[in-house]
């Protein structure tokens, strides 16, 4: 029996829409190689912002754009005939497209062209840290409290948030301790941002009250830049075992490579230079018990009646042992504070 029937026609290619993401946080023009070479070979490259900041970029490569974004049936059409369309979307994306094309896909009435998300740009470890200066520079300029604050009306907070930090770290909340992270971070960007507006007035040491006088530009202004700039600069000094041709095979060759390195830049006159005296007591005796043993200065401690001589021998003994006399104080006192709870009757507080 012969078969009269006419042949298939093979189905027509239904092409490719390829949604072209790029990351505010990276320059404009910046992009992937898949991504430039997705861009020359389209048949249409669609962009409903005629601000968008890659449009200049892709004008000087060549790439010929339309000011215009069809709706999902319109845009399914463009592709008939195996064509590739790229479409950048806003910064806040395009939610009308993007929901029109999934419904669609879902209805299964329609030949759908291949859907592809190309990434343009990616963001970068820290990238996240440029959002933080730009919104911290907002607040500064537009909130009323923060746009007053200085440097010294601040200092306090600087200081609760690292015993914050460090209860976070003992109570080993990993949560809890993100959070506080963040938050001495924020003192750290705070401060820097403050700083961009230099000394009010250009008096030295003079920030005005504690209202804080911010108009224009004074001395000494710096950036968050700055700081992480100089920051970079030290860790890279002090780590000639990492950046450099030292070597370092252990812990102690660390200390030493960091210890050497810090005397040559502080030029100090007494090992004793730079210890701050208001820190906490056994945190201070620790630490010039410290100095003066790596110092190698042979001096007896103090002798003398009271429990303060009694706290800074045994301090100085915690520190020569290679313990924090602070941390393990703390530790005795939150095991104290949970026994008083306990004759109290009342339960622990949780780690």
Request: negative net charge; charged residues 30%; aromatic residues 4%.
């Amino acid at each position: 029996m012969t078969d009269h029937s006419q042949p298939t026609a093979a189905p027509e290619p239904t092409g490719r829409i390829v949604l072209l993401t790029t990351s505010h946080r990276v320059a404009p023009g910046v992009l992937s190689w898949p991504a430039w070479q997705t861009l020359h070979a389209a048949d249409r490259v669609l962009c409903a912002d005629p601000g968008h900041p890659q449009l200049p970029y892709l004008r000087e490569a060549g790439v010929e754009v339309e000011y215009t974004v069809p709706d999902a049936h319109e845009l399914v059409e463009a592709c008939a005939g195996g064509r590739t369309v790229v479409v950048l979307p806003a910064g806040e994306g395009d939610q009308r497209l993007t929901d029109g094309l999934a419904r669609l896909a879902g209805s299964g009435r329609v030949s759908m062209p291949d859907l592809e998300l190309l990434p343009g740009s990616y963001d970068l470890p820290g990238a996240r840290l440029l959002d933080l200066v730009q919104v911290m520079d907002r607040v500064r300029r537009e909130c009323p409290w923060t746009s007053r604050q200085t440097h010294r009306g601040l200092a306090k907070y600087a200081i609760e948030e690292a015993y914050e930090l460090v209860e976070a770290i003992e109570d080993g909340d990993r949560e809890e301790l993100r959070e506080e992270l963040g938050d001495v971070l924020l003192q750290v960007v705070f401060h820097a941002r403050i700083a961009e507006e230099g000394i009010p007035g250009g008096e030295d040491g003079d920030e005005g009250d504690e209202e804080g006088d911010t108009d224009g530009e004074g001395l000494g202004a710096f950036s968050i830049d700055d700081v992480a700039g100089a920051l970079v600069q030290k860790l890279i000094h002090r780590h000639p075992h990492v950046f450099g041709d030292a070597e370092a095979e252990t812990p102690e060759d660390v200390h030493a490579h960091w210890q050497r390195t810090k005397a040559v830049e502080k030029q100090r006159e007494s090992v004793t230079d730079g210890i701050p005296l208001g820190q906490p007591g056994l945190a201070l005796a620790a630490k010039l018990a410290g100095r003066a043993r790596t110092g190698g200065v042979a001096v007896e401690l103090p002798r003398g009646d009271g429990i303060g001589y009694e706290l800074l021998r045994l301090a100085a003994r915690a520190e020569a042992e290679g313990v924090d006399p602070e941390t393990a104080l703390r530790a005795a006192a939150r095991v104290y504070r949970d026994a008083i709870r306990a004759a109290e009757g009342v339960a622990a507080t949780p780690r």
